[in-house]
């Protein structure tokens, strides 16, 4: 071809990567693989075959892992941790800098192996996956240095057993490995069956690069072997990134066992476009969003929400660029589209796409290459907001789009999924921007962009995405436990007596709902007796049905969320003062009901507690984080939602107003069920709550059993979180049951908690009241 025709044309010609070098380090490695456990690499066992997606020949053989390897890499890991926390923050600094090096040494034949496992583009793996893998392990090696100094009060969790999926293979090990070293863990992990090359070739740097033995172990296999590692009894924190299914499970499999659990899950994220979005540039970060990776991406722009006014010019722009997408082998540098990782993925493609009978397909017409799994780029247009493909992950190059005339109404239908991952928002006037993005329930927003991410911006969802960050400090705290041994707490029994009249004129005790008194819907109520067997008074027996009104008044209370914390703060300053006025009341009740003179003391330590978090309202925020673009990501601090709060038994004031008072400071709105053996002072609780000017709904305030409402509290599909510091064995259910909806938990596992020190406040409850909110802002050019 002569230089003419090629610039008449156009058309690219083929730039083919040299894999030379990754078949050469397989062929080192015997093409057989055994796990790498406590520093070497075991003898290869029965196993099953590692394939190359993009023609479907024989990389490896990889070993399935059984119940005793596992184990042996779990002791492995065990006996390294004391010594590699005990190494110092420095110590595993200068280690952390050894692999981040040792990888930028090895780049180009880390990214040919990624391409030639999972089937994306070499340009993908050589120039976006690599450098971010390199990235996380030079910022976490400053973590590492600097946790001594700005985390003091943490410790390491311990042993950290991790899954990976197979889109980012080495990114992904690198989200989870860099933070769980840095802190002073060591980990065991999974990568995925079908991509464990890169994950055992990284085991294989860290050997050359000096990493003490134990402290990174990989085994590799199918999913049994995922579930080995998660259920095992020597794993004290899990990290899993994969699908909303399994993700489900896990929280039911761990629930109650203490382990410490981090979700990122599936999205079904939206693209929003206003009218007066650069049309143009929009396209280009719609085909970085979804194409991305073959659009096997958790966070794909899969959803595309375009204004009315553009949405035909928009979607004739996308067909075409559409058009110019280069589908073929991944070696290819000239490729934008490679190769679907599995044909399983491909059949699962199929099946929904060809499943859609309603709105308008286009897939881009060119052949696709004869051998090897590949999927056209495709777009469907029309499609209703409750059609499956708009509500279902594809995990595909499958893009569905639907119109949107308002702002608001962009909003709602941006919203309207049950995931909560990512979403990006296209319009050139920065004040719209602005105003939608914190108003998409979502862990990450991208303002005119997408896929941007960065060690320094926590990365991770809400509702069904799951719960935790990784990256930044948010990502950070979740491999560090506070300082401090716990004991168990002792379950606290109701006192008993016998009924008879109450002093003076009966006053029984209503439910708290909605910012009114309401009788229970049972209409049953139990005695409360004094330790000598005195009948207190009588409290109202709350069921389901009183905690599903809880639930909608909490939920119809939403504008709290968006009152300043400078509003909020007075508020917590008007219930410290309309509760001191009431001390000696207060005092007597507590008195009363478990004995003893420890009423003053509870009291006071309540008043300064709402001190703390009237103080904290407006000054709990987010920051501006340091990312690698002429940009700006924005860590805002963002309430949960609805969150329900099952009190402590053993300090029945402070406890309530320990876990009310950072919720409501942070925006959020609680259900809340007292103390079940002493819960006559909320009774006058809520009257303080009355006079201090709190919007109805805001808070909420059942009496009951702990067991028998907990399930129900965490069942509930409205409610967002549940903090259970009861004495009654119900954490494990808790756990289990919040599974429906994978809200977040923060239960005791039965210890103890000494609600009187420091350890009774402070940022472990405002952490749990906010979600980090990353929204990226790009400026300039």
């Known amino acids: 071809m002569s230089v003419k025709e090629i610039f008449e044309t156009m058309n690219y010609g083929p730039a083919p990567e040299d894999a030379s070098e990754a078949f050469a380090w397989l062929v080192d490695q015997g093409d057989r693989f055994g796990h790498f456990i406590d520093g070497d690499f075991t003898s290869p066992g029965e196993g099953f075959l590692s394939r190359n997606p993009a023609n479907g020949e024989t990389l490896a053989t990889l070993t399935q892992a059984t119940q005793a390897d596992v184990d042996t890499a779990v002791e492995a890991a065990r006996k390294a941790q004391g010594k590699w926390a005990r190494l110092g923050g420095h110590g595993r600094a200068k280690h952390l800098y050894a692999i981040a090096r040792i990888l930028q040494r090895n780049a180009r034949l880390c990214a040919v192996l990624e391409t030639l496992d999972n089937g994306k583009p070499i340009r993908e793996s050589r120039d976006i996956d690599l450098p971010l893998v390199q990235r996380h392990f030079y910022y976490h090696a400053g973590m590492a240095q600097l946790m001594e100094s700005e985390l003091p009060d943490r410790e390491p969790v311990g042993v950290c057993g991790q899954v990976i999926p197979w889109n980012f293979p080495l990114l992904m090990l690198a989200w989870k490995v860099a933070p769980a070293l840095a802190m002073g863990n060591t980990v065991v992990l999974k990568p995925a069956e079908y991509t464990s090359l890169t994950a055992l070739l990284f085991a294989d740097l860290c050997r050359q690069a000096g990493l003490p033995k134990g402290v990174v172990n990989i085994v590799t296999g199918d999913g049994a072997v995922g579930e080995m590692i998660v259920t095992h009894p020597g794993v004290d924190k899990v990290a899993f990134t994969g699908s909303t299914e399994v993700g489900r499970r896990i929280r039911q499999a761990t629930a109650g066992s203490g382990k410490a659990l981090t979700l990122e899950l599936g999205g079904k994220s939206p693209y929003v476009v206003f009218e007066d979005a650069d049309l143009d540039s929009a396209i280009e970060g719609l085909v970085d969003a979804i194409w991305f990776n073959q659009g096997q991406v958790c966070c794909a722009g899969s959803r595309l929400l375009v204004q009315e006014g553009v949405a035909e010019r928009f979607h004739d722009k996308l067909r075409a660029r559409m058009q110019s997408l280069r589908i073929g082998n991944p070696l290819d540098k000239c490729i934008d589209v490679g ?53 279902e992950e594809i995990f595909g190059p499958v893009l569905v789009s639907t119109t949107f005339r308002t702002p608001d109404e962009a909003v709602q239908l941006a919203n309207n999924t049950r995931y909560g991952l990512a979403a990006s928002v296209w319009s050139e006037n920065l004040n719209l921007a602005l105003d939608i993005a914190p108003r998409i329930e979502a862990g990450v927003i991208w303002v005119n962009g997408s896929n941007m991410f960065d060690a320094a911006a926590g990365f991770g969802g809400v509702r069904e995405s799951g719960f935790g960050r990784e990256g930044g400090w948010e990502g950070l705290r979740a491999y560090t436990r506070p300082m401090g041994r716990t004991r168990p707490l002792a379950g606290i029994e109701p006192n008993t007596g016998e009924n008879g009249p109450v002093e003076g004129i009966d006053r029984t005790p209503k439910l708290y709902i909605g910012g009114k008194q309401a009788r229970p819907d049972g209409g049953y109520s139990r ?10 008074g009588q409290v109202p027996e709350a069921n389901r049905k009183d905690l599903r009104n809880a639930v909608e008044a909490a939920r119809g209370a939403g504008a709290w969320g968006r009152t300043s914390g400078h509003q909020r703060a007075q508020i917590l300053y008007y219930m410290a003062e309309n509760l001191s006025a009431r001390t000696d009341e207060f005092a007597h009740k507590i008195n009363e009901m478990k004995g003893g003179r420890s009423g003053e003391k509870e009291v006071e330590a309540s008043i300064r507690r709402l001190f703390t978090y009237a103080a904290w309202a407006d000054k709990f925020d987010g920051q501006a984080r340091g990312v690698p673009i002429r940009g700006i990501a924005l860590a805002m601090r963002a309430p949960v939602g609805v969150i329900g709060a099952i009190c402590p038994d053993e300090a029945p004031l402070l406890g309530m107003v320990s876990m009310m008072g950072p919720a409501i400071a942070m925006g959020n709105r609680v259900v809340m069920l007292a103390s079940e053996p002493y819960p006559l002072v909320y009774a006058d609780f809520y009257q303080v709550l009355d006079t201090s000017d709190l919007p109805g709904g805001v808070v909420n305030i059942l009496t009951g059993k702990h067991d028998t409402l907990a399930p129900v509290m965490a069942a509930h599909m409205d409610v967002d979180a549940v903090w259970s510091f009861s004495s009654s064995d119900i954490s494990k259910v808790i756990e289990r049951e919040s599974a429906g909806n994978l809200k977040r938990t923060w239960v005791n596992n039965g210890l103890v908690r000494d609600w009187f020190s420091a350890e009774g406040e402070g940022r472990d409850f405002l952490e749990a009241a906010t979600e980090v909110k990353t929204i990226w802002v790009p400026y300039g050019a």
């Open 527 to 536: 005695a409360v007796f004094s330790p000598r067997g005195k009948l207190l």
């Open 339 to 391: 190769a679907i990782v599995d044909p399983v993925q491909v059949r699962a493609i199929t099946e929904m796409v060809e499943g859609c009978t309603e709105g308008e397909r286009f897939s881009v017409a060119t052949d696709l290459p004869e051998s090897g799994c590949f999927y056209p780029p495709t777009l469907i247009t029309g499609l209703a907001p409750s059609h499956r493909l708009m509500q």
